[in-house]
């Protein structure tokens, strides 16, 4: 018979109460008002995800990488295995107890990917450190940008615009370097946002890891050389507070 979760912490947020809930030594379990965020035991995708983002720059001096949203740090380290010693790695997360969280109770899961000397904690919405990168040109722009975001892009998500429409998606081509990297986890496959990536300049590659069942999303899109395509009115996108938080 398994084992009752129990309760960790909580803490009511905007979008309601946020709990941590364990059960044995490592399987735990984060919910919004009842509803599974993320589970420790399921996490193929997330890893598979940061592996592709990050495997082109395994060997590049000093590659700069952006984390958009913490977990419970999967994506985080699976970037950092695939990382050289002096890469850069800044993790965008709006909710600070998730950063004390994989600092506390969650951080033997990783390893404690979070204290990781390349890595920069930034409590802040990912789309403004996106849109920051891209006024400052992409020679001082990330290699890649990851999004492991609850839900991402899908058919109707309309507080998704701001990360994943037309606007956003060439503020983020304009925050990677040449050749960089804009990786995307999704909970469902999403065409449409197939064809804007495509539009926006990126070449793209479609995988759902794993074997049988629900399968998530990861897609990989890769910025050609040449020019970002970003004109100055792209920055007049709306960047509000993101509702995904994974």
């Not at 590659?63 to 965008?92: H, I, Q, S, Y």
Request: net charge neutral; with cysteine; hydrophobic share 40%.
């Amino acid at each position: 018979m398994a084992k009752p979760w129990q309760v960790v912490d909580s803490i009511e947020i905007e979008e309601g109460l946020l709990v941590l809930r364990r059960r044995g030594e490592e399987d735990f379990l984060i919910t919004i008002d009842n509803r599974v965020l993320m589970n420790s035991s399921a996490n193929m995708s997330e890893v598979v995800l940061a592996e592709l983002a990050c495997a082109p720059f395994k060997n590049k001096k000093k590659p700069r990488v952006l984390v958009g949203g913490l977990g419970m740090g999967f994506t985080l380290k699976a970037a950092l295995d695939n990382l050289p010693p002096d890469a850069e790695v800044t993790v965008a997360e709006l909710t600070p107890v998730v950063v004390e969280w994989c600092r506390g109770p969650l951080a033997a899961l990783t390893g404690g990917a979070v204290a990781d000397p390349r890595v920069t904690v930034v409590i802040d919405d990912v789309a403004s450190l996106i849109g920051a990168a891209a006024r400052q040109g992409e020679d001082r722009g990330f290699d890649a940008i990851i999004l492991d975001l609850y839900e991402g892009p899908y058919e109707g998500n309309q507080e998704g615009e701001y990360l994943y429409g037309d606007g956003a998606l060439a503020l983020s081509r304009a925050a990677l370097k040449p050749g960089g990297v804009f990786a995307v986890w999704s909970e469902f496959p999403d065409r449409a946002f197939e064809k804007r990536l495509q539009g926006a300049g990126f070449a793209v590659n479609r995988q759902s890891p794993g074997r049988g069942g629900r399968r998530h999303v990861v897609y990989i899109a890769k910025k050609s050389f040449g020019s970002s395509g970003f004109k100055k009115t792209g920055l007049g996108v709306g960047v509000g507070r993101r509702k995904d938080r994974r």
